[in-house]
């Protein structure tokens, strides 16, 4: 079964931080396309930042300057690192791995993690 494991959410003032972890006991996760997207309630998943197999990056122009998506190979582990948290920040996200081509087209990943809250009070 293929798992992708969230972690680091939680409850922050604006203008905190969090970093998020995904990990995978079963995809080599630098050989996919991969992502975090989030969703927040009433809203659909949208796509914050991508990491594409060959190194690309893309974010959302919401998170630019904010937000930073990485990688550690040795620890197959994918991060989100989140500073200068807003309000509208707060969902929950959820990472993905796949062959989208560093899309935010949900629809294009194969696999995902079960999600992790985030929320950010003012």
């Known amino acids: 079964q293929v798992r992708l494991m969230e972690s680091g959410g939680g409850s922050v003032q604006a203008g905190g931080s969090l970093r998020l972890s995904c990990a995978s006991t079963?995809?080599?996760?630098?050989?996919?396309?991969v992502g975090w997207f989030r969703q927040a309630p009433g809203k659909e998943r949208e796509g914050v930042a991508t990491?594409?197999?060959?190194?690309?990056?893309m974010y959302a122009d919401s998170v630019k300057g904010r937000f930073t998506i990485s990688k550690d190979y040795a620890k197959n582990t994918l991060y989100l690192q989140m500073n200068n948290l807003k309000p509208e920040d707060t969902a929950i996200y959820y990472c993905?791995?796949?062959?989208?081509?560093?899309?935010?087209?949900?629809?294009?990943?194969?696999?995902w993690g079960q999600g992790t809250q985030v929320t950010v009070s003012s």
């Open positions: 079963t995809l080599t996760l630098n050989m996919f396309d």
């Open positions: 993905a791995a796949g062959w989208s081509g560093g899309t935010f087209r949900p629809r294009e990943y194969n696999y």
């Open positions: 990491n594409g197999h060959d190194g690309s990056i």
